[in-house]
Nanobody, 123 residues
């Protein structure tokens, strides 16, 4: 039973990465899901969330217009397309499943977390 995040790596500023979060042994299709990130010495912070239908999304202001969250319930997988990456996007990115189907930006509303994937943006 796990959420497996992948797709992280090192990229130059202005570049792109696509993160994936695959669920195994865990029901996700009726739950909202989200991405959070944690930079060294900082609290884990909200990045984006998506409703269980995929019709509604929410983003932190710092990533709006650059990141796109999506999901494929048939594949039990969620994605985060990250474009125009900046140095300040460097962090470990975590995917999580909400406790319900609605959107949330709060860590406490997410009850199941995957391991992180490192994203490093360099100049």
């Amino acid at each position: 039973v796990q959420l497996q995040a992948s797709g992280g790596g090192s990229v130059q500023a202005g570049g792109s990465l696509r993160l994936s979060c695959a669920a195994s042994g865990l029901a996700v299709s009726r739950y909202a899901m989200g991405w959070f990130r944690q930079a060294p010495g900082r609290e884990r912070e909200f990045v984006a969330s998506i409703s269980w239908t995929g019709r509604m999304t929410d983003y932190d202001d710092s990533v709006k217009g650059r990141f796109t969250i999506s999901r494929d319930n048939a594949k039990n997988t969620m994605y985060l397309q990250m474009n125009s990456l900046r140095l300040e996007d460097t962090a470990v990115y975590y995917c999580a499943r909400s406790r319900n189907g609605g959107l949330s930006t709060l860590k406490t509303d997410f009850g199941f977390w995957g391991q992180g994937t490192q994203v490093t943006v360099s100049s």
